[in-house]
Nanobody
Framework: QAQLVESGGDSVQPGGSLRLSCAASGISFSFYALAWYRQAPGKERELVARVRANQRPDYSDSVQGRLTISRDNAKKEVYLQMNNLKPEDRGVYCC?????????WGGGGQVTVAS
């Protein structure tokens, strides 16, 4: 059974930091491209960051320099380090794993950024 489970979501003040984790099971993790998406209330789902199987990362312009994606193939986990958080960073964050036509989604975790 393929499964992704997020953890680390929380409520923080602007300028604060969070580290999201996503643990995978049931997939050949090292072959998958991994990504973090978020969706704020009333907005479309947004690709925040992704990291390919070759470790190459890509970021949305809105998070460049503040959020960092990384993966640990031995642990089958992907992370999103979030620094200097802004109110517009709030939303439900989901991790995603893709290999060819196959995609696996996590259930999502809430991130709130407010004073």
């Amino acid at each position: 059974q393929a499964q992704l489970v997020e953890s680390g979501g929380d409520s923080v003040q602007p300028g604060g930091s969070l580290r999201l984790s996503c643990a995978a099971s049931g997939i050949s993790f090292s072959f998958y491209a991994l990504a973090w998406y978020r969706q704020a209330p009333g907005k479309e789902r947004e690709l925040v960051a992704r990291v390919r199987a070759n470790q190459r990362p890509d970021y949305s312009d809105s998070v460049q320099g503040r959020l960092t994606i990384s993966r640990d193939n031995a642990k089958k986990e992907v992370y999103l380090q979030m620094n200097n958080l802004k109110p517009e960073d709030r939303g439900v964050y989901c991790c995603n794993a893709v290999l060819g036509a196959r995609g696996v989604w996590g259930g999502g975790g809430q991130v709130t950024v407010a004073s």
